[in-house]
Structure formats: C-alpha cells, structure tokens
C-alpha cells in the first residue's frame, strides 16, 4: 500500500465518453455515458479491498442515499486485477451487494478512463455538473471529509456535501477543494501514468 493523494485536474474539465461493464447489473451489461441522466453526477474510484475505502463505505451508501434526487453516484475501480484479484469483478459485485448499493459500479479493464481523469488512489472523488447535452463539467474534486483511518475525525461526507449543497444552488466552484488520500491505483506492471511514481 502506498498512501496516494488525488492528482489536481483542472475544474471544468468534461467528463469524456465511456463505456464498460457495470459490475453491480444482473447480466454484466455495459455501462456508458450515454445512460447518464438529467442529474448531476458524483463519480468515484474505489475497489474492494482498500481500507481507506472500507473506512467509508457506510457513509458512501449514507451520501448516495441523501443526495438521489440530484446528484447520480457511480463507482469505478480501475484497479490491476492480475496483481489484485481481490478487485475482479465479481468482487465488486459482492462488495456492492454487500453494502446495499444500488448505483452503477464500473470495472475499467484498460485503465483508460481512470488516465483520462487523473485518478490516483481509492477513494478518488468528482463532483461533475450537468451542463445539458450530455456535457459534465468538473464542478469539485477532493477529499469526502477530513476523516482519516487513524485521525479520530467523524466520517460526515461534509466537504462533500457541501459541494454539493453549492452546486445545487448554482453557486460558484467551491474554493476548499483538498485531496482526497487513500491507497495507490494498482496499475498495470509497465502501464503506469506519467504521475504515477
């Protein structure tokens, strides 16, 4: 485990096209951008053997739950399921069925789409805007709260929330945008990113 904060990119970015297997579907469908929505989107990458994801996997399910009416929730993990095979889909599947969760979890076989975004660690939040048209725009990237495994801080999704609490009343990019901290992306031997050191 290598402890791993989120890499900066750059608010208003757009969420690219994608498409890949929606683990927490019935018969493995796929899962693309064109499925998205008139909601804004919160977009994660976890896994399911993190402990800084287990760490806050209630208040994943709490957060998701709280803001459905506006806000969609997807997850992706992305990571190496050769190095990892505690993250093959099926355990993710497991993990989602675990937890209750009813929301798209994605595998990112290539790893692509994880690069696109800069993801560098599990968990890895982004709040994206629906724009219309099927444009998101990255509207909040950083940290669910100030919570760690071992700071003795409340799990409350507040840097979260309060993002999205400004994002639904059209307000300004929130300014306070702190990385997110958690284990490496586990990628691919020879396929790492450019940032990954």
């Not at 506006?70 to 069925?97: E, F, G, M």
């Not at 950083?142 to 409340?154: A, C, F, K």
Request: glycine content about 4%; overall charge neutral.
């Amino acid at each position: 485990m290598v402890r791993t904060k989120s890499m900066l990119l750059e608010l208003g970015f757009q969420l690219p096209n994608f498409e890949m297997l929606n683990t927490n579907s019935y018969n493995n469908e796929k899962f693309n951008s064109d499925s998205l929505d008139n909601r804004h989107l919160l977009l994660m990458f976890i896994c399911a053997h993190c402990p800084f994801v287990k760490y806050v996997e209630n208040q994943i399910s709490t957060l998701s739950k709280d803001i459905e009416t506006s806000v969609q929730t997807i997850a992706i993990s992305s990571n190496d399921i050769y190095t990892h095979p505690s993250d093959s889909p099926a355990n993710l599947k497991k993990q989602a069925q675990l937890q209750g969760w009813s929301f798209p979890y994605l595998y990112d076989a290539n790893q692509n789409f994880a690069k696109a975004l800069k993801a560098a660690c599990t968990p890895d939040f982004y709040l994206f805007s629906n724009k219309g048209n099927g444009k998101f725009v990255l509207y909040y990237h950083g940290q669910l709260d100030g919570s760690r495994p071992s700071n003795n801080v409340p799990i409350s999704g507040e840097d979260m929330r309060v993002a999205i609490q400004n994002l639904n009343q059209d307000d300004s990019y929130p300014s306070n945008q702190i990385s997110s901290l958690g284990c490496n992306i586990k990628w691919t031997p020879g396929k790492e990113p450019s940032w990954f050191k």
